[in-house]
């Protein structure tokens, strides 16, 4: 699968309307794509336990979407074979009083990936360039001693700080991939109903969806103002197609693999020292009675 189709790249402006939510490459049939992801699952699993190994670099995985778009289930089942130890998934909700008193990255600095894992971020930073963004209000809870009213500059200062943060990951050995799952209003819709028509799914809606819904085109602004902006080749954004999930799972998977593959982790070498070492202890377990 060719995945630039769905990269944004850096200094481009993002038209969402050239991304079809309900692309599906060459696959036309759940059976091949899900043997294929079943292939990325293993192979993620792989790479991961080397990053691990050799505990030098990290990889921070963002997702980012409107409800109902499948951020959990996708990360459910890309993720199905990683070794929990070398990955650690953060949901970012409203922020708490605790993070309301610190700067919009503190929350999510606190929660980066040490070297050797990768961290999952469902949602992230961005929220604050999205949903804040939507909902201007909400910057009165940050207490800044400015605001978009008095700085026409607040959003790209945004944005440029969350580059610069991103950068500054990079550099530091933490490999960045965004991805934004890309579904239509059409589908979000038949997805909010399944949820009413299943109680077992009953607790994954509430009315305060809708009214957000009732704010799509905003979000898709916002969502275009900031992808935008802030995809570089430190920390590209993917546009993934989303209106069918068995087709976005392994899309995101088969970005995962080539970024993984790219950071070329390898196994720590063993010095002639250690292999001594190694070789008196094979000695004196095989001499135990």
Same mark, same amino acid.
């Given at each position: ?5 769905? !990269? ?5 402006? !993002?038209? !969402? ?15 091949? +794509? ?12 792989? !790479? ?177 103002? +900031? ?53 008196? +202890? ?8």
């Amino acid at each position: 699968m060719k995945t630039d189709k769905f !990269l944004v790249n850096e200094g481009t402006k !993002l038209n !969402l309307k050239k991304h079809a939510t309900d692309f599906t490459a060459d696959y036309t049939d759940k059976k091949k +794509a899900a043997e294929d992801l079943q292939k990325n699952v293993e192979k993620i699993r792989e !790479l991961q336990e080397i990053l691990f190994a050799e505990g030098a670099q990290s990889l921070l995985i963002v997702f980012q979407a409107m409800d109902a778009a499948g951020k959990d289930s996708t990360i459910e089942h890309v993720f199905s074979g990683v070794n929990p130890q070398g990955c650690h998934v953060v949901g970012f909700k409203q922020p708490s009083a605790e993070e309301l008193a610190h700067d919009f990255l503190w929350r999510c600095q606190k929660a980066l990936p040490e070297r050797g894992k990768i961290g999952i971020f469902n949602r992230s930073h961005y929220e604050e360039v999205l949903v804040v963004k939507v909902h201007p209000e909400y910057l009165g809870a940050q207490r800044l001693p400015t605001s978009p009213d008095k700085d026409k500059k607040f959003w790209s200062k945004r944005y440029e700080q969350i580059r610069d943060w991103e950068s500054m990951l990079a550099a530091n050995g933490t490999q960045i991939i965004k991805f934004f799952l890309n579904v239509s209003r059409e589908e979000q819709k038949e997805r909010f109903i399944a949820r009413i028509d299943e109680p077992a799914k009953n607790w994954k809606f509430s009315m305060g969806d809708v009214k957000e819904r009732a704010l799509w085109d905003d979000y898709m602004k916002a969502y275009t103002d +900031a992808i935008s902006a802030t995809s570089t080749k430190d920390a590209s954004w993917y546009v993934i197609p989303a209106d069918k999930k068995w087709f976005m799972r392994l899309a995101v998977s088969e970005i995962i693999v080539e970024k993984l593959k790219a950071m070329k982790p390898a196994f720590p070498t063993v010095s002639e020292e250690h292999k001594a070492e190694l070789a008196e +202890a094979k000695k004196a377990l095989e001499a135990e009675a």
